[in-house]
């Protein structure tokens, strides 16, 4: 089972996103990769206030469209979008699986600006292909242990963290040891795969510093990507075995 995380610019524009993503997704498809891991809202970009006039019909179009794609393909996705269920709305994900498919995850830690957008989640999403199980979560999760334990608690082998790490430039450079060693404490206390989908560039006088991840279950760093490129990092699990030992 190959495993990947694109770490990509996201913009303000729906359009752009949709077909960065759909790019990123082909090139993966053609490396052979089974499912691939995007940043969070990386459909949208990190608007701030403007999730709030984001369209929920466009916002359904597009979805639509990467579900074409990844069957077509036979790749899964795991695309970061605001999503509006229930009168309200989250930050969330949407996993496109190459079957058709379609699950969702809402971030359940919310930075705290966000509650002036959306509304915490407060489920866990465990979905399975072939003989692994996956895990997904978003960002500010990652800083909670007792939310990746309850993950690996309910079977997953494997955890995908989507993120987009945007702050002052100061602020940037100072977090990204901690934003490295979050999901490298996450899988090895654990025992769990972390592909971690982190985006790059600046909006709005913010950087994001990229630094994606995939960490093997004893904690150690299989792959990383630069802090302002695109990139796709790859990984395949061997599944012959799932008591791994390190």
């Given at each position: 089972?190959?495993?990947?995380?694109?770490?990509?610019?996201?913009?303000?524009?729906?359009?752009k996103?949709?077909?960065?993503?759909?790019?990123?997704?082909?090139?993966a498809s053609?490396?052979?990769?089974?499912?691939?891991?995007?940043?969070?809202?990386?459909?949208?970009?990190?608007?701030?206030?403007?999730?709030?006039?984001?369209?929920?019909e466009?916002?359904?179009?597009s979805?639509?469209?990467?579900?074409?794609?990844?069957?077509?393909?036979?790749?899964s996705?795991?695309?970061?979008?605001?999503?509006?269920?229930?009168?309200?709305?989250?930050?969330?994900?949407?996993?496109?699986?190459?079957?058709?498919?379609?699950?969702?995850?809402?971030?359940?830690?919310?930075?705290?600006?966000?509650?002036?957008?959306?509304?915490?989640?407060?489920?866990?999403?465990?979905?399975?292909?072939?003989?692994?199980?996956?895990g997904?979560?978003?960002?500010?999760?990652?800083s909670?242990?007792?939310?990746?334990r309850?993950?690996?608690?309910a079977?997953?082998?494997?955890?995908?963290?989507?993120?987009?790490?945007?702050?002052?430039?100061?602020?940037?450079?100072?977090?990204?040891?901690?934003?490295?060693?979050?999901?490298?404490?996450?899988?090895y206390?654990?025992?769990?795969?972390?592909?971690?989908?982190?985006?790059?560039?600046?909006?709005?006088?913010?950087?994001?510093?990229?630094?994606?991840?995939?960490?093997?279950?004893?904690?150690?760093?299989?792959?990383?990507?630069?802090?302002?490129?695109?990139?796709l990092?790859?990984?395949?699990?061997?599944?012959?075995?799932?008591?791994?030992?390190?």
């Amino acid at each position: 089972m190959k495993i990947g995380a694109a770490q990509i610019h996201l913009y303000h524009d729906l359009e752009k996103n949709l077909k960065n993503i759909s790019e990123w997704t082909k090139r993966a498809s053609e490396q052979g990769v089974d499912i691939l891991n995007f940043p969070e809202t990386s459909l949208t970009g990190y608007i701030y206030d403007g999730f709030l006039k984001v369209k929920t019909e466009e916002i359904i179009y597009s979805i639509d469209e990467l579900g074409k794609l990844a069957k077509d393909l036979g790749i899964s996705l795991v695309v970061g979008t605001p999503y509006r269920a229930d009168d309200q709305l989250f930050n969330s994900v949407v996993i496109l699986l190459a079957d058709g498919g379609r699950l969702l995850y809402h971030k359940n830690n919310l930075v705290s600006y966000e509650h002036e957008y959306f509304a915490a989640g407060s489920d866990l999403l465990i979905f399975e292909m072939g003989k692994l199980k996956f895990g997904t979560i978003i960002c500010r999760d990652q800083s909670f242990p007792s939310l990746a334990r309850k993950v690996k608690k309910a079977g997953a082998h494997v955890l995908f963290i989507s993120c987009a790490h945007y702050y002052p430039l100061m602020e940037a450079r100072l977090k990204i040891d901690k934003n490295r060693a979050l999901p490298i404490a996450r899988a090895y206390e654990n025992g769990l795969f972390v592909c971690k989908a982190n985006a790059v560039g600046s909006y709005r006088g913010h950087i994001n510093l990229g630094h994606s991840l995939i960490v093997g279950p004893n904690g150690v760093v299989i792959n990383e990507a630069g802090e302002t490129d695109e990139a796709l990092l790859t990984f395949d699990i061997d599944e012959s075995s799932l008591d791994w030992k390190w």
